[in-house]
């Protein structure tokens, strides 16, 4: 018996099938565009399933398209970390419009939370309009930050003001791998502070598509003196988590 | 019922087109999130007319009041005390402040980070949309928090007849008694502006009116501590709304109705949401109609809301005046002491409203709190950290929200608030 999760996220939407033993049996991948739900069903057609659950920020779209059951990012990121690495108690996603700091009890549940409001500070989306000025590919945009030799700090978190500070920099002469960095430290300073309202100590399990961010890693393990622990495909771990939890259901 | 009343509002100096737009957007409004919920008590009916007839048959009401030589007093605050505006024979009514209006206007008088509650009293101002405002004979600001008061000195000039009422901000003997000295001060401007003296049997008779409003209330308060929840906290939030517009007696015997009727549903079992459906507590800030952002989405989560701890619910509404004063003078200072028990967030420090919010949660068997603030509302927003944290401590789960009355965050907060109910399940 499959059970299948669906993430559909502001940047893409990600399929996860998992096995009656909830290892993953399939994944699959696709831009969300413009209209997010035909692309969802190009994802479901032709997998089949006993059972699926959505979860993002277009799961109230799915759940009316396909009468499905719905779960947040925030507890299905839970549920999907926990299954990587049981052990580890406080789970950090940072998506493409948003980012959360998830701290759950022995049990698994979730015990607090707190995600960004209202602007895209702290998540994907700001390195994403950062590296198109420095003119670096997203993809490896984290390798080139790694590379910095010097410190540089940039103080808006905003990513409209973000984005003249950086214009003004690079006017400035500064390296772009320089800035690169400071930007990912602005990021990091964002987040470590919404994970130290949920938890204290512990590992991290770091989640979302920005977890495969080398320096996002490096950066926050060094500010939180904390271990950073990335599953493998971090992007899929909200799909994963929904996949799970539509087998949790009896 | 526009056309009916297009006269009306004209005479009272409405922008007609502005008006027109405002009531159609809170007639939609209602419609979505009023209208459109299950398992509603009768009773909701008299609400319902009160609502689609807000801004006609109430405001004709209160034009006839003053045709009998009635004075109408509007007010922002629970503080301003209706027992003096009553026993001096005048009318208080709760002025419009809960929906974003002409905000371009707004924002060349007022900084951009004021707050929602603020920007909307400037607005409905500005726009010309408030008949209660046009409408009456005084209009009392008080010294609350920073913003409002400050505020209060550039609404003077746009307001004719504004009276500000000065209000401590420790509970002390020095603070009682300013607060003594203010509601002095404040009987006698309602007695020059009515030319009525307020005699001991008046005071005593509006004593015992907005007490019987009060005790309605808490008699539907109380009805909500049941499971299942005989009525929505979208209904329930509606009816502390509609305490500051209507009729006090016939408020009172539509409270005390609909509260008949929820006494048969809660002993046939009968809910507004099934049983065991979450039970949340909204705790801080006050939701001035039409600002049913919060409510909406947690009751179309799954959630119930069992309590208001705000202004517009219990903060206001809780603790009677004491009756038993035979002087003018005694009914004064008992006054006084139920207005000082208020646990506004201006006070400092302000310990009892941790401990009334943890007593709701007991009573109305809460599994959790959201703390909802209007952003840039300073003395509510810094409360609300050590009140997280002193609620954690009890194990009481507790969301934190800032947000104001615009729409662009709903997405998210649907996210926060449904991963809320998730953890209370």
């Given at each position: 018996m499959r059970f299948a999760g669906i993430d559909i996220g502001s940047r893409?939407?990600?399929?996860?099938?998992?096995?009656?033993?909830?290892?993953?049996?399939?994944?699959l991948q696709t831009d969300t565009g413009f209209d997010p739900i035909a692309e969802a069903s190009k994802l479901i057609n032709g997998v089949s399933y006993h059972r699926i659950m959505a979860t993002g920020y277009g799961r109230n779209l799915f759940e009316i398209s396909f009468d499905a059951p719905t779960v947040t990012e925030i507890k299905a990121h839970a549920r999907g970390a926990r299954a990587f690495f049981p052990d580890v108690r406080t789970v950090l996603d940072i998506g493409g419009q948003d980012s959360k700091a998830i701290s759950m009890l022995a049990n698994g549940r979730v015990k607090k939370f707190e995600m960004n409001d209202r602007c895209a500070a702290g998540t994907g989306k700001f390195l994403e309009i950062m590296a198109r000025t420095l003119g670096f590919d997203i993809e490896n945009f984290g390798e080139e930050a790694l590379l910095a030799e010097?410190?540089?700090?940039?103080s808006s978190m905003c990513t409209v003001f973000a984005e003249s500070e950086v214009t003004s920099l690079i006017a400035r002469g500064r390296s772009p791998r320089d800035i690169a960095r400071g930007l990912h430290a602005s990021v990091v300073r964002r987040v470590a502070g919404m994970i130290s309202r949920v938890s204290s100590e512990g590992d991290i399990v770091f989640t979302g598509g920005v977890a495969r961010n080398p320096c996002m890693r490096a950066l926050l393990s060094e500010k939180l003196t904390r271990n950073v622990l990335v599953p493998q495909d971090p992007q899929l771990v909200g799909a994963f988590g929904a996949a799970l939890l539509a087998g949790d259901i009896s | 019922m526009s056309e009916d009343y297009k006269s009306m509002w004209l005479h009272l100096g409405l922008d007609l087109a502005a008006h027109d737009v405002l009531l159609g957007i809170l007639g939609k409004a209602y419609q979505d999130i009023?209208?459109?919920q299950n398992n509603r008590p009768e009773g909701m009916g008299y609400f319902d007319?009160?609502?689609?007839?807000?801004?006609?048959?109430r405001i004709k009401e209160l034009i006839d009041e003053k045709k009998s030589g009635r004075k109408i007093i509007g007010s922002y605050c629970v503080f301003v005390p209706e027992e003096i505006v009553l026993a001096a024979s005048a009318t208080l009514v709760g002025l419009c402040s809960g929906a974003d209006f002409a905000m371009e206007e707004v924002e060349k008088l007022l900084p951009r980070n004021t707050c929602a509650l603020i920007k909307s009293s400037f607005g409905f101002k500005l726009g010309k949309v408030c008949p209660y405002l046009e409408n009456a004979d005084m209009v009392v600001g008080e010294n609350t928090c920073d913003g409002k008061k400050k505020a209060y000195e550039s609404l003077n000039s746009m307001v004719k007849n504004l009276y500000v009422m000065d209000l401590p901000q420790v509970k002390s003997a020095q603070g009682r008694a300013l607060l003594k000295t203010e509601y002095d001060r404040f009987k006698k401007s309602v007695e020059e502006l009515t030319g009525i003296s307020i005699t001991a049997g008046s005071l005593?008779?509006?004593?015992?009116?907005?007490?019987?409003?009060?005790?309605a209330i808490h008699r539907l308060s109380s009805l909500r501590k049941a499971d299942p929840a005989p009525i929505s906290g979208l209904d329930a939030l509606l009816a502390n709304q509609v305490f500051f517009y209507d009729n006090p007696a016939r408020f009172t015997a539509s409270v005390n109705k609909i509260c008949d009727e929820l006494e048969k549903r809660v002993k046939e079992k009968k809910g507004a949401f099934p049983e065991k459906s979450p039970r949340i507590l909204v705790s801080c800030c006050p939701q001035a109609v039409p600002n049913w952002k919060l409510p909406f989405i947690v009751e179309t989560s799954g959630a119930v809301i069992v309590g208001e701890e705000s202004c517009v619910g219990e903060r206001g509404t809780r603790n009677l005046t004491d009756e038993s004063g035979q002087t003018v003078e005694e009914m004064m200072d008992a006054i006084v002491d139920r207005y000082f028990k208020v646990d506004c967030a201006i006070f400092t420090p302000n310990p009892d409203r941790l401990d009334h919010i943890q007593e709701m949660v007991k009573s109305y068997r809460a599994d959790g709190v959201i703390h909802y603030g209007l952003q840039f509302c300073q003395p509510y927003l810094i409360e609300s950290m050590p009140i997280e944290k002193a609620l954690e401590e009890e194990n009481i789960p507790c969301l934190r929200i800032e947000t104001d009355y615009s729409m662009e965050d709903v997405g998210q907060l649907k996210t926060r608030i449904e991963a809320f109910i998730e953890q209370l399940r």
């Open positions: 893409t939407i990600k399929l996860v099938m998992v096995d009656d033993k909830g290892q993953i049996a399939l994944s010097n410190d540089l700090n940039i | 009023f209208l459109s007319f009160v609502m689609s007839e807000v801004h006609g048959l005593k008779q509006a004593i015992r009116t907005v007490n019987a409003k009060r005790a």
